[in-house]
């Protein structure tokens, strides 16, 4: 089984919508993330997560809203999509007790705005 | 601004030679930078690191390098393969365990037989 896993993985929606992607891990780690690649732009960082009761704005932070539900849970969310937020959206992990700064990926989803 | 940049978009080497993919970076706080491999419909996958305090590290066919002086980092994949293609994205840190990693565009590699 995928330690982290995203759900829907493809979204087609309307503009004006709002739209919900979610991610699990099973790692235990207790930093997640959620990024945004656009093409020609590498991963941008919209929205991480240290732990359950902290949220921090990324790079890309504006038309976007996180909840993290519990330690294994972080869902992204687009109160109002509009088309140029269509991209690949991917959530990731990383444990601090590590000491380094490497981060799990989940399989993406493909969003789509119409 | 772009922090860590792939100048190159794409590269091409044939089975068994050497590839080596670079990347440049602009923050001389950056400490610890990151390798990722991509397939398509898949998240990227965690590669090989190196820390600032290193110039090398090798993990099989992949070793990483890094030019502090000239904040410029490669990665070689000796001999190359064709499940080695794929996009490659470096990334880096600034000062360890801070969980923010800025990423470069990526590089798309392609490994013919």
């Known amino acids: 089984d995928a330690d982290v896993t995203q759900t829907p993985r493809n979204r087609i929606t309307k503009t004006g919508k709002r739209i919900m992607l979610e991610c699990s891990q099973t790692k235990g780690h207790d930093r997640m993330y959620w990024y945004r690649q656009d093409p020609g732009l590498g991963l941008r960082l919209i929205y991480y997560?240290?732990?359950?009761?902290?949220?921090n704005k990324g790079e890309i932070s504006d038309g976007y809203s996180v909840s993290r539900q519990a330690q294994a849970k972080f869902s992204l969310s687009l109160e109002s999509a509009i088309p140029n937020q269509t991209a690949l959206y991917f959530c990731?992990?990383?444990?601090?007790?590590?000491?380094?700064?490497?981060?799990?990926f989940g399989p993406g989803t493909r969003l789509t705005v119409l | 601004d772009q922090q860590v940049k792939q100048n190159s978009p794409s590269l091409s080497v044939q089975e068994g030679r050497i590839s080596i993919l670079n990347c440049d970076y602009t923050?001389?706080?950056?400490?610890?930078f990151l390798w990722y491999k991509k397939y398509p419909a898949e998240g990227p996958t965690f590669l090989i690191s190196i820390s600032s305090i290193k110039d090398k590290n090798e993990d099989g066919r992949f070793t990483v390098f890094l030019n502090k002086s000239a904040k410029h980092l490669s990665l070689h994949i000796v001999p190359s393969q064709p499940g080695d293609s794929a996009v490659y994205f470096c990334?880096?840190?600034?000062?360890?365990?801070?969980?923010?990693?800025?990423f470069g565009q990526g590089t798309t590699l392609q490994v013919k037989p």
């Open positions: 997560s240290f732990d359950v009761k902290d949220i």
């Open positions: 990731a992990t990383s444990d601090s007790g590590q000491g380094k700064d490497t981060q799990y």
């Open positions: 923050n001389s706080m950056f400490d610890y």
């Open positions: 990334a880096a840190s600034g000062s360890s365990n801070t969980g923010k990693l800025i």
